[in-house]
């Protein structure tokens, strides 16, 4: 695959989450049934009285009602008033598919989601991941041997990696981290071997390294560079549905929150701005603890800035609401 440059995001501060095809508007009505015909009138020549109006009509759920028909005029005789139209009531709106409640997208460079932008082919092997961060920084895999397959977490469309050989690989990547990062992720292991990272951008083993990577200790470590720190062992464990979030600020302040709780923090160096060309999901290339994921990722993103905190706050509860997890 040819080299690509990952783009910035657009300037816009908050959109609503994509929802599926159907749209949430209001469902579509019939007015109310139009009251009876009147009564017949008299007979011709006789005084006789109008028809009695026919009855209302029955109420509708969405558009008007109109009244009923004004009864016939005998012979003679004024036909019945018609009946009154039934009251309608408003729709009531559907809901719709997919909706997610509104998160930053200011700095977002990758978003990779499993219920949106996955491509795949027969027997639901994945060849692309589409990243709807709107930078194009597409995760593809080219290798049959290496492609994952299409799985499901809660309900839910996710990427399910075998632990052998399958990842997906990114662009070519030039970003500016001089304002922090911001990174969150669900997934679900099932082993806890080697050291596999869910995100890695780097030019190497050790070279410029960016890591998000669950390790055997099933902790969840964050590493730039040859610098790292983790939670508490066992705190990121298998067969459960994890939300790992990792801040890093301006002051060189980190932190990791495990389903939105501090659980580790630290004082390193910001990522080097520079280009990075060996980019990865599902897989780490760390030579003395190198490793594929092994389960689930549903859905990954990326941020070139340190969120504030009620932003974290609003992914977060986007990510526990859709995957129905980690509170």
């Known amino acids: 695959m040819g080299a690509c440059t990952l783009l910035g995001p657009s300037d816009a501060d ?23 015909d009147g009564s017949v009138g008299g007979n011709s020549g006789a005084s006789a009285s109008g028809g009695s109006g026919g009855s209302s009509g029955v109420s509708g759920s969405g558009g008007a009602s109109s009244g009923g028909a004004s009864g016939a005029s005998g012979m003679g005789a ?15 709106g559907g809901s719709g598919t997919g909706g997610s409640p509104s998160i930053p997208t200011q ?18 092997v994945v060849n692309s991941w589409q990243d709807q961060s709107g930078s194009g920084n597409h995760a593809v895999q080219a290798t049959a041997a290496a492609k994952p397959t299409l799985g499901s977490l809660n ?15 990114l662009p070519v990547a030039s970003l500016n981290f001089s304002q922090g990062l911001t990174f969150f992720a669900i997934t ?11 995100l890695q951008l780097s030019n190497g083993d050790e070279i410029d ?3 998000f990577q669950r390790d055997y200790q099933t902790q969840f470590l964050y590493e730039v560079s040859t ?23 301006l002051t060189g302040n980190a932190s990791i929150l495990l389903q939105g709780v501090n659980a580790a923090g630290a004082l390193q160096g910001l990522p080097a701005s520079k280009q990075r060309s060996q980019n990865y999901v599902g897989r780490g290339i760390y030579s003395a603890c190198a490793g594929m994921h092994h389960g689930l990722i549903a859905e990954i993103l990326l941020y070139t800035r340190a969120l504030a905190i009620a932003e974290q706050n609003q992914v977060h509860a986007y990510l526990q609401s859709k995957w129905s997890c980690c509170s």
């Open 188 to 198: 679900k292991s099932t082993t806890s071997t080697g050291c596999p990272a869910i």
């Open 14 to 36: 908050l959109v609503g989450g994509d929802g599926a095809d159907a749209s949430a508007g209001g469902g579509t009505n019939t007015g109310g049934i139009a009251g009876s």
């Open 227 to 249: 610098e790292y720190f983790g939670t508490l062992p066992n705190s990121y464990p298998i067969a459960t549905t994890n939300m790992a979030t990792v801040v890093h600020s």
């Open 209 to 211: 390294d960016i890591s």
């Open 155 to 169: 309900g839910l469309p996710a990427i399910d990696f075998d632990g052998v050989d399958d990842h997906l690989v």
């Open 78 to 92: 004024t036909g019945g008033a018609g009946g009154a139209g039934g009251a309608a009531s408003g729709g009531t």
């Open 107 to 124: 700095s977002l460079v990758l978003w990779l989601r499993g219920d949106s932008g996955v491509q795949t082919e027969s027997g639901g």
